[in-house]
């Protein structure tokens, strides 16, 4: 299962720290995505098991993707946030081997039901 929570209105340049916890994806990649309305779904950040991270250009040197394996959270903290970051943000998870760091949607296998973030 996949919850997130965090999401919000901010104002622009503002900060928000997107939480999501992933009972039962210790083993898995994670990743954040975004979908706009009228747009489709975008990779926004992505962690595998080791650690390693992958960003989409937009959000590179403003949003941090971690996880705390203790705690089966995946976090986003997005800051200098832009009207154009507005968006429901969802966590996903991938099985072990995968293409994570590709930032597709269609790698991803599990997904939450999405946090609201409006700037």
């Known amino acids: 299962q996949l919850v997130e929570s965090g999401g919000g209105s901010v104002q622009a340049e503002g900060s928000l720290r997107l939480s999501c916890v992933c009972s039962?994806?210790?083993?898995?990649?994670l990743g954040w995505f975004r979908q706009a309305p009228g747009k489709e779904r975008e990779g926004v950040a992505a962690i595998s098991t080791d650690g390693s991270t992958r960003y989409a250009d937009s959000v590179k040197g403003r949003f941090t993707i971690s996880k705390d394996n203790a705690k089966n959270t995946l976090y986003l903290q997005m800051n200098s946030l832009k009207p154009e970051d507005t968006a429901m943000y969802y966590c996903?998870?991938?099985?072990?081997?995968?293409?994570?760091?590709?930032?597709?949607?269609?790698?991803?296998?599990?997904w939450g039901q999405g946090t609201q973030v409006t700037v």
């Open positions: 039962g994806y210790t083993y898995y990649s």
């Open positions: 996903a998870a991938e099985p072990p081997g995968g293409w994570w760091f590709r930032l597709q949607p269609a790698d991803f296998r599990y």
